[in-house]
């Protein structure tokens, strides 16, 4: 397995957020993590990035522990997020947003635009200066620039138009088609069961459900979904 979680916990202070997670993520699969607003999917994708560690339970990546380890460690072993609220330098350009943290690898500039022509349209401009759409299409670039092994999206295109969704969800295709492996937490079902090889859910903190895209039945949606 290129990712293993086994039952992590995780606090917030003295505060208790994530009290028993497990997935795993082979190599090529895509695994979507699901569960209702506050359910401890951002939590759980922290613990695996380490930017909040887990005070028990393990996370292998690669073969390799992630304890103790500095968040920027992990992610130099080719862990690449994409985080909720796309986290862009503002001041900087596109080219240079995309630049700034790059590896060298499958990915470049080229192949980047070609995924999302937006970018090499607005090549020289603020990042600051583009719509929210194009941030987001602009923070998935950076983060496939690091050439990652596991790609992380967080809510990649909450609160986006539906066009805009479309090419989002239009790149994920691509990226699953190329082979690249993804965690992948959204709200949209008709697009996200269809992309994903297994789901894991999680209520309160706690893995509660985990199987394939086709065995989430009307029971499961309703239970822990909210659809």
Same mark, same amino acid.
């Given at each position: 397995?290129?990712?293993?979680?086994e $039952?992590?916990?995780?606090f917030y202070?003295?505060?208790?957020?994530? @009290?028993? &997670?497990?997935?795993?993520?082979?190599?090529?699969?895509?695994?979507?993590l699901?569960?209702r607003?506050?359910m401890?999917?951002?939590?759980?994708?922290?613990?695996?990035? +380490?930017?909040? !560690? !887990?005070?028990?339970?393990?996370?292998?990546? %690669?073969?390799? !522990?992630?304890a #103790?380890?500095?968040? @920027?460690?992990?992610?130099?072993r %080719?862990l690449?997020?994409?985080?909720?609220?796309?986290?862009?330098?503002?001041?900087?350009?596109?080219?240079? +947003?995309?630049t700034?943290?790059? #590896?060298?690898?499958?990915?470049?500039?080229?192949?980047v635009?070609?995924?999302?022509?937006?970018?090499?349209?607005?090549?020289?401009?603020?990042?600051?200066?583009l719509?929210?759409?194009?941030?987001?299409?602009?923070?998935?670039?950076?983060?496939l620039?690091? +050439? !990652?092994?596991?790609?992380?999206?967080d809510?990649?295109?909450?609160?986006?138009?539906?066009?805009?969704?479309?090419?989002i969800?239009?790149?994920?295709?691509?990226?699953?088609? $190329?082979?690249?492996?993804?965690?992948? &937490?959204?709200?949209?079902l008709s697009?996200?069961?269809?992309?994903? $090889?297994?789901?894991?859910?999680?209520?309160?903190?706690?893995?509660?459900?985990?199987?394939?895209?086709?065995?989430?039945?009307?029971?499961?949606?309703?239970?822990?979904?909210?659809?």
């Amino acid at each position: 397995m290129l990712l293993q979680v086994e $039952d992590i916990k995780t606090f917030y202070g003295s505060s208790q957020a994530l @009290f028993g &997670v497990d997935l795993s993520l082979a190599e090529g699969e895509v695994v979507a993590l699901m569960g209702r607003n506050g359910m401890g999917k951002t939590t759980t994708i922290r613990s695996i990035c +380490n930017l909040t !560690p !887990p005070k028990s339970g393990s996370i292998m990546f %690669g073969g390799q !522990p992630t304890a #103790r380890q500095p968040a @920027f460690k992990v992610a130099q072993r %080719g862990l690449g997020l994409v985080p909720e609220g796309r986290r862009c330098f503002g001041s900087l350009t596109v080219y240079e +947003n995309l630049t700034a943290a790059a #590896r060298h690898g499958h990915w470049t500039i080229e192949r980047v635009n070609d995924l999302f022509p937006r970018l090499a349209e607005r090549r020289n401009q603020q990042a600051r200066t583009l719509s929210g759409g194009e941030q987001q299409m602009l923070a998935v670039g950076r983060a496939l620039m690091t +050439n !990652p092994r596991l790609l992380i999206l967080d809510e990649a295109t909450e609160g986006l138009a539906p066009v805009i969704r479309d090419d989002i969800w239009r790149a994920i295709r691509a990226l699953k088609t $190329d082979g690249l492996s993804i965690l992948l &937490v959204d709200k949209t079902l008709s697009e996200l069961l269809p992309v994903a $090889d297994r789901c894991v859910i999680l209520e309160n903190g706690r893995s509660v459900w985990a199987g394939k895209p086709v065995e989430i039945d009307t029971d499961i949606k309703d239970r822990y979904l909210g659809v």
